[in-house]
């Protein structure tokens, strides 16, 4: 081993699940090239999946109309059977061509080489600001976030904690977690001004010797000297990664692809520069400067704070769209806090107004980097995705991302499970870019500012002006920004390569939070997005009937699939519409997942396993479905719901956890009934059912959880909360009065008259109780 080689911790070993996953290592940030037989066979797929539906239809519904055609039982049943397999056909064919596009993809990208990007950004630094909305986040999480946000290599960056918790907790617990988060921009930056000291004392030094003449060309003892340099900041964060705690596979990750990731392309340069040094080689002035620089931004991140509702006039709706709003709306001017009666107001400073100690200076930046609080990215990301949007024929995009991936080596079976999901949709989000059908996925996105400003929208609220750029309409509000930036003319694209991870819940309860906000909205947005293809037709620029479906698909496909499903289990359709057509029709759809997920590194057997977890989310996905149309009716916004991101596990609602318990019991009962009519169809289909369920609950709940969030959800049902009489007010308020505060609200307690009526009609009413 060399001295200068550092080896770092083994992770401390913990108990895992019997199925937990045991693969540590990500997927390689390019996605392997598609050979043209997976192309060829991914053609074949989608045609024989249209090949077997229109069999059906001829061989079975249309041959039984004509051979018993003209009773209304069978009619129906006919009608509603057709419906449902045609919808599930549909989504199945989609997926086989979404991801399709992502192979071409695949298959036709090229990594922009590094020199490039240096040389890029040497002459074009547009400032990128990343927003980190936090809300109630273990401050370690929220750490390793930020730390990799930190470490991009990107010339210009500013990050932001957008705390989003009570600024004031009673309970000591909460207080001290919340200072702990607050601490964290702080002592990241302290961390970050050594290494950045001596990057940018370095590059000074460089660039008084070298900055004459750039073209000159520059070898042996400054090459030894910039070697030393990247030496020095590859052992720091190696030293760095040695002093963490690995205690799960998400730390593990952080100290392995975030820090010894980044210090090991670090050392790649300082092998490149020793095999120069060796080789008597040399490099232009512009070269030598360009790779100092790099240094310096490793290291040159400015990191802080704010906190929305420290201020009154500013959005306090509890939801990420509106927290990030808050900020989004401040960029560009300088404010100062002053006290009213409300609490704390910004108040913009006039342009060119002198601040003072106190204010707050908002700067306005080119790009706007949105990343979740449980979320990591790899050292390029901000470079990559900024070059992209620089070139000149990407003037148009809007938003890049990188559909994120699932952290390696998941502990439990439902994570493992969820992370496998979590895959397969980076792929399909991958294959919706190649047909301009993409939405964004907020975990991570880089937005152009002048793309906001086209969707913005300016309400005054209590006298207060609300900027609201990302709608909070439905808690899915990435999917609805996406639809506003394409009516406003923008595309969104998503970056070919993995540079992107997040968290999957580690529990049902956190999983039933998640998938029920995903599953809420999408109904909501469809009809604006009907009105925006209306209006490109009207206007002679009809969109693609590639992007027309798949936009379609991602927004209801949940709601047909889930009450499909729910046909197919319950309903006892006539054997005679039943046919092996249809099992066929299905194969494509499960082969091509099958080499997918073995693509991503799980098992061919994991595609077996999700449909049982599908099985289990039946209800969740149902309860969202229901929550859009029930806001649909009502016209009131739907409580964001954010996912749990604690190592504990979180309680599931009972109905949920029953639901499955109901499917294996009624899939037996269908078992039991098909075997004494003789459905072979039927008792097979059930039967599966049966056992797929039953090993997901078992996998994904368990079945201790499961009967305590059972007992507990009983128990909370029969419990009724004994009401305290109100408190009368006090005639006479000790301390000064809010003199401000009545002149400023008025009169607060509106009911107070109403209660004082009902009270005496109580009292006067004979047999009134």
Known sequence: MRDDEVVLPTPPSSRRQWGAERRADPMPIIHPKPSQAALTWGRVAIVVTVLLWVGYVVDTILRQFLDHGGRFAFVMQSVTYLLVVTLLALSSLIYLVTRQGALRRFKAHHRVPRGLLDAHFTEQQGALTVLIPSYAEEPEIVRMTLWSAALQEYPDLRIVLLIDDAPAPADPVVAQRLDATRALAGEIEAALTVPHARASLAYEEARREYGGDRRALVSGEPLRMLADEYLAAATWIETMGLEETVHDHVSEFFVEQVLRGLASELRLTHLGLQGALDQDGSVTGDR????????????????????????????????????????????????????????????????????????????????????????????????????????????????????YSSYRGAPTRLERMAGATTDIQHILHQGMTAYNATFWVGANAIIRRDALDDIEVVETVGGHEIHTYIQDRTVIEDTESSIDITAAGWRLVNYPERLSYSATPPDFGSLVVQRRRWANGGLLILPKFVRHVRRRR????????????????????????????????????????????????????????????????????????????????????????????????????????????????????????????????????????????????NVAFAAV??????????????????????????????????????????????????????????????DRDLRQTDERRRRLTPGRR
């Not at 990191?303 to 709706?317: D, I, T």
Request: aromatic fraction near 10%.
């Open 538 to 681: 009207r206007e002679g620029d009809p969109l693609r009937l590639g992007e027309v479906m798949l936009r379609f698909n991602y927004m209801s496909s949940l709601a047909w699939s889930s009450i499909g499903l729910i046909f197919l289990l319950v309903f006892p359709y006539d054997r005679r519409l039943l046919s092996p057509l249809v099992v066929l029709m299905a194969l494509p759809y499960f082969a091509a997942m099958a080499v997918d997920l073995r693509s991503c590194g799980h098992r061919y057997l994991d595609v077996v396993r999700i449909y049982g977890f599908n099985l289990v989310l039946l209800a969740v996905n149902l309860a969202g479905v229901i929550k859009s149309v029930q806001q649909a009716f009502t016209g009131e916004k739907i409580p964001f719901a954010r996912t749990p991101k604690v190592r504990d596990r979180t309680a599931s609602p009972a109905i949920y956890v029953a639901v499955p318990y109901f499917i294996v019991i009624f899939s037996l009962v269908g078992v039991w009934h098909g075997w004494e009519h003789r459905t072979w169809g």
């Open 288 to 403: 030598l400067l360009e790779l100092y620089r790099r240094l310096v931004w490793i290291f040159s991140a400015r990191l802080g704070n704010f906190e929305r509702k420290r201020y009154a006039s500013l959005p306090q709706e509890a939801n990420k769209a509106m927290n990030v709003n808050a900020y989004l709306g401040l960029m560009g001017a300088v404010w100062r806090p002053e006290a009213s009666a409300e609490g704390t107001i910004l108040v913009r400073l006039p342009a060119g107004a002198e601040a003072e100690s106190g204010d707050i200076a908002v700067e306005r930046t080119e790009y706007t980097l949105t990343l979740d609080a449980d979320s990591q990215l790899l050292r390029d990301y901000c470079l990559r995705l900024v070059y992209h949007l620089e070139q000149p024929e990407n003037a148009d995009i809007a938003v890049i991302q990188t559909p």
């Open 689 to 750: 059912n049966a056992f797929l369920t039953a090993t997901a609950v078992r996998s994904c709940i368990g079945v201790r959880n499961s009967v305590v969030d059972l007992v507990m959800g009983v128990v909370n049902w029969l419990y009724v909360p004994v009401k305290k009489p109100a408190v009368a007010a006090a005639a006479v308020v000790d301390g000064p009065m809010d003199w401000e505060g009545i002149l400023f609200h008025g009169d607060r307690r509106l």
